[in-house]
C-alpha cells in the first residue's frame, strides 16, 4: 500500500518509544512510504534536543539519516505551503502538520500518524487518516 507518514511515526523507527513495533511493520510490509521532504529537519531536530538532553546516544542521527533518506520517498515541501496554509487556517491546526495532510491529498494516499493533533487536522480536512495501531498492524 501507499502511505504518507509523518514524523511521530518515523521517529518511532529510530527511538524506542510506545507502537515501535508497529511503526517498523511499516517497513517491511510491502508499502511505498512517502513524506514531504520537511521530515528530515523535523525528525533530526528531535533527535537534537534528545542528544542535547542525554536521551540519545550513539550515532543515532547519522542512522536516523541513513534509514529516512532509504525508506522514504520525500517529496518536495515548497510546492505543498499554500494548500497546506488553507488547510491549517481552515481546520485551526499547524502548518507544518497541514504539509502532510496536503501531500496525502495530492498522492490520494492514507495518511499515517501516531500524534492525535495530527490526525484530528487530517479528520476535519476530509483527508482519509490512519492511527498507527491501524496501518502497522500485521496483518494475519
Known sequence: MRFVIDASVAL?????????DLSSALLTLDNELFAPDLILPEVMGVL???????RVIGDAAESAWTLLNAALR?????GHVMAAYRIAEAADGFLFDAVYVNLSRALDCPLVTADQG??????????RVLRLAE?????S
Open 74 to 78: 520525500l517529496e518536495s515541501t515548497p
Open 135 to 139: 496501518a502497522g498492524a500485521p496483518k
Open 48 to 54: 537534537l534536543r534528545g542528544t542535547r538532553q542525554n
Open 12 to 20: 518511532k523507527w529510530i527511538l524506542p518509544e510506545a507502537d515501535s
Open 118 to 127: 495530527q490526525y484530528q487536522q487530517a479528520s476535519r480536512a476530509g483527508i
